[in-house]
C-alpha cells in the first residue's frame, strides 16, 4: 500500500479503493498499523466471512475512517457500498456499507438475468468455445477432488508435475486450487482449465526435512511423490 498507492495517485486517480482476496482480520492489522491513509474502502475474502465494519483511526474526521467490507461467500450475499465524493477537495466526504443477503433459491433468482450483462458475458466467452469445447479425452467414471485425507485429482495432479519434472523428489499442491472436478465422458480442454483456473507458477525449490514436515503438518497439502 505504501508503495503503490502514492504511483496511483500520481498516475492522476481522484479516489483508491483496495480490492483483496485477504481476510479482513488480516486487512484490518494492516490499516490499523498504517494509520490514516486517505482509503475510504478496502474490500476483502477469502475466508468466506460476512462482514462490513470500519477502521477508525482516532482521528476527528470521520471521512478518515476506513470501511472494510466483506460481501460473503458462493454469491449468497452481496455488499451495497454507498460513497459521496466531493470532486473540488478529490475526497470521499461520506460513505458506508450494507450486507444484502440474496433472496429465494439461487438456481430459481427473484429476477431475471440482465440482458445487458449477459450479452457482455457471450462477447466474451464466444471467441474462447471453439478451443475450449475440443474434446482431448475421456473418462470413464471422472475424477472427484475429494478431501484433505484422499483426494484423486490432486493425487492425479502431482503426478503429472512429477511426470514432467523427473528431477524432483515430490509435488505439493494447495487442495484449495482444485476448483471443479472431472466428470464421467468426454473431457474438453475448457474441463482441464477448469480444474485449474488461475495463472499459477510451478516452483521447483530445495527444502530441509523440518520445512517440509511443518508444511505437510500446518497445512495439509495435496502430496505426490511420497507416502
Known amino acids: 500500500i505504501k508503495e503503490f498507492v502514492p504511483l496511483i495517485r500520481k498516475d492522476g486517480a481522484d479516489i483508491v479503493i483496495i480490492l483483496t482476496h485477504t481476510p479482513t482480520e488480516e486487512i484490518g492489522k494492516i490499516l490499523q498499523e498504517l494509520g490514516p491513509f486517505n482509503i475510504p474502502l478496502v474490500i476483502g475474502g477469502h475466508d468466506h466471512i460476512k462482514e462490513s465494519r470500519r477502521i477508525d483511526y ?3 474526521t470521520p471521512t478518515d475512517d476506513t470501511l472494510l467490507v466483506s460481501p460473503g461467500p458462493f454469491g449468497r450475499s452481496y455488499a451495497s457500498i454507498y460513497m459521496t ?6 475526497i470521499v466526504t461520506n460513505h458506508h456499507a450494507e450486507i444484502i443477503e440474496i433472496q429465494g ?6 429476477f431475471p438475468p440482465n440482458p445487458t450483462l449477459e450479452t457482455l458475458i457471450a462477447e466474451v466467452i464466444q471467441p474462447t468455445e471453439t478451443d475450449t469445447n475440443e474434446v482431448i479425452a475421456e473418462s470413464e467414471n471422472g475424477v472427484r477432488i475429494g478431501n484433505f485425507a484422499h483426494s484423486p485429482l490432486g493425487n ?3 503426478d503429472a508435475w512429477l511426470e514432467s519434472f523427473p528431477e524432483a523428489d515430490f509435488a505439493i499442491s494447495n487442495l484449495g486450487g482444485l476448483r471443479q472436478p472431472i466428470r464421467a465422458g468426454k473431457i474438453t480442454l475448457g474441463d482441464v482449465i477448469g480444474v485449474l483456473p488461475f495463472d499459477n507458477t510451478l516452483y521447483m525449490v530445495s527444502i530441509s526435512g523440518q520445512d517440509l514436515k511443518d508444511e505437510l503438518t500446518n497445512n495439509y497439502p495435496v502430496v505426490g511423490g511420497m507416502k
Open 105 to 110: 433459491k439461487l438456481s430459481s433468482p427473484e
Open 85 to 90: 465524493f466531493e470532486r473540488a477537495g478529490k
Open 156 to 158: 492425479l495432479l502431482t
Open 58 to 60: 482516532g482521528t476527528d
